[in-house]
């Protein structure tokens, strides 16, 4: 029998408080999350959570988020007041109080995470709770040439011929598929590889209810108490 479906607060809690930033991490938290899902650059020499290549979106800065120095980004507002987070700023916040999914962006950012991920298994975290994901798949070979011991998780948008063959190649210990892109057959090839599946973004009750009809181990979710009433047999509604 499988586990029940797992909980990852995309970009911590998106639905309800600005993203990637540490208010939407404690909420995902306090929502009943137990994993979170945020973005990361390296920029200036420090790893940032951020979702987008440029600031305007998500912060009162404008420009590309890779051309500016540390110092202004700490003076950005990413929403309610809240700062653009250091990837360490989130190590220590959530101090294994859930999973952190580390998603890949831009350029030059895996060895950089590598390096702090050993730090923080060495200060208490544990692998087992630590997964670094990215759509540029030539960096999850290089996660697990530099070290093996970390997790990664291949995304994608799209079903490819061979199903979850290209995730088994790389070494995943998962797979993360758009719900754009996702039947049974692709589920179950995964499975039969030894493969988890977690699917973004799932947000509506009658999709997360379907993911858990298909097997998929997980969804990413900006309401994560959505995931959490719906395991429970509540039936909820949007809103
Ligand atoms: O990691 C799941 C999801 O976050 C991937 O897409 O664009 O939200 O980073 P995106
Ligand atoms: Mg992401």
């Not at 060895?111 to 923080?120: C, D, F, H, N, Y």
């Not at 070494?171 to 039969?192: P, R």
Request: charged share 25%.
């Amino acid at each position: 029998m499988r586990g029940e479906l797992l909980c990852i607060g995309h970009r911590g809690a998106m639905g309800h408080e600005p993203e990637n930033t540490l208010l939407s991490i404690e909420k995902a938290i306090s929502l009943g999350a137990s994993w979170v899902e945020i973005d990361v650059y390296f920029v200036d020499g420090h790893l940032v959570v951020i979702h987008d290549n440029r600031l305007e979106r998500t912060t009162d800065g404008t420009g590309y988020t890779c051309e500016k120095t540390f110092g202004h980004l700490c003076s950005l507002n990413a929403g309610k007041g809240q700062k653009i987070p250091t990837l360490e700023e989130v190590f220590t916040s959530v101090n294994g109080r859930a999973g952190l999914n580390i998603e890949l962006k831009g350029s030059q950012t895996t060895e950089p995470v590598i390096s702090l991920i050993k730090e923080q298994v060495e200060q208490g975290w544990s692998y087992e709770n630590i997964l670094v994901s990215s759509f540029n798949h030539r960096e999850l070979l290089n996660v697990k040439r530099l070290n093996p011991k970390v997790r990664t998780g291949a995304l994608i948008v799209g079903l490819p011929i061979d199903n979850a063959a290209f995730a088994e190649r790389l070494g995943c210990y998962s797979v993360h598929l758009s719900i754009d892109f996702i039947d049974k057959v692709f589920v179950d090839d995964a499975h039969k590889r030894g493969l988890k599946v977690f699917v973004f973004t799932v947000n509506e009750p009658e999709d997360i209810v379907l993911m858990e009809s298909l097997g998929v181990d997980g969804v990413f979710t900006d309401y994560p108490e959505r995931v959490v009433k719906t395991r429970a047999g509540v039936t909820i509604y949007r809103g």
